[in-house]
């Protein structure tokens, strides 16, 4: 197995994409951090990856935006496995106004979770993976092209990208890689709860519409040893809805 006797901490890990990732990568032998705001919903999650059978994961309740608490959950993770081998920053938020209407403290709010959450985990990343490792940020097809009413969302996205390739040009000498995933429209509770979506002001043609499992296939590869020459990568998994925008 890809991930056996390895260490990966996964946020946003109880529904969508993060929790199809930590189920993914725990089938491929990964004891996975599970990294949520939802005590109760973080525990259901370590819980049934232990009832499947699958290797021991860690129920980590954490606001991704508190450094302090990211590094509580680093610490845990340290405590209980002695290593971590892969961070997966998936942890997500989107707010939904013109952007005349978005305040200070709503940008504040997205920006704390969508972009500075996966640099308070690459910096713990960068501290305690002393013998290597594999960053896989969650960026979005919105930091290339985006729609009404997501500002904050997309530019905390957008950053997302840069922050992938300054952590792969520093990290190589750790032997630390990182890369990025961009999904498109793929089935999760955010796609749907989504304004824009609801009003039928972005439709969505089902040949367009991708499963959480086949963006965590594409997160479980960059973050394996088969991806070991690759570092930087901004990788779509978006159908080519992209294409056609």
């Excluded at 059978?53 to 509580?72: K, M, N, Q, R």
């Excluded at 997966?88 to 707010?95: E, I, K, R, T």
Aim: glycine share 8%; aromatic share 4%.
């Amino acid at each position: 197995m890809r991930f056996e006797n390895r260490v990966a901490i996964v946020t946003g890990a109880t529904s969508g994409i993060g929790l199809a990732t930590a189920r993914r990568l725990a089938e491929d032998g990964a004891h996975v951090v599970v990294v949520s705001r939802r005590p109760e919903a973080t525990d259901e999650v370590a819980r049934g990856l232990g009832a499947a059978g699958l290797p021991d994961a860690l129920a980590a309740p954490c606001d991704v935006s508190d450094p302090a608490g990211v590094e509580t959950v680093v610490g845990a993770t340290m405590a209980k496995f002695g290593r971590l081998d892969v961070v997966v920053n998936n942890a997500g938020m989107m707010l939904f106004k013109p952007l005349e209407a978005f305040t200070d403290e709503d940008w504040r709010k997205v920006l704390a979770v969508d972009l500075l959450g996966a640099v308070h985990f690459t910096r713990q990343g960068f501290l305690h993976m002393t013998h290597g490792g594999a960053i896989v940020n969650v960026a979005s097809v919105h930091a290339l092209a985006t729609s009404p009413l997501v500002a904050p969302y997309a530019a905390a996205k957008a950053a997302l990208l840069s922050l992938t390739r300054s952590t792969s040009i520093e990290g190589k000498p750790k032997r630390i890689r990182a890369n990025a995933v961009l999904p498109g429209a793929i089935d999760t509770p955010m796609l749907w709860e989504n304004p824009n979506v609801k009003s039928g002001a972005e439709t969505i043609d089902p040949a367009d519409l991708g499963q959480p499992e086949e963006v965590a296939a594409a997160i479980a590869f960059l973050a394996s040893d088969e991806a070991s020459f690759v570092t930087g990568e901004l990788l779509r998994v978006d159908g080519g809805r992209l294409d056609r925008l």
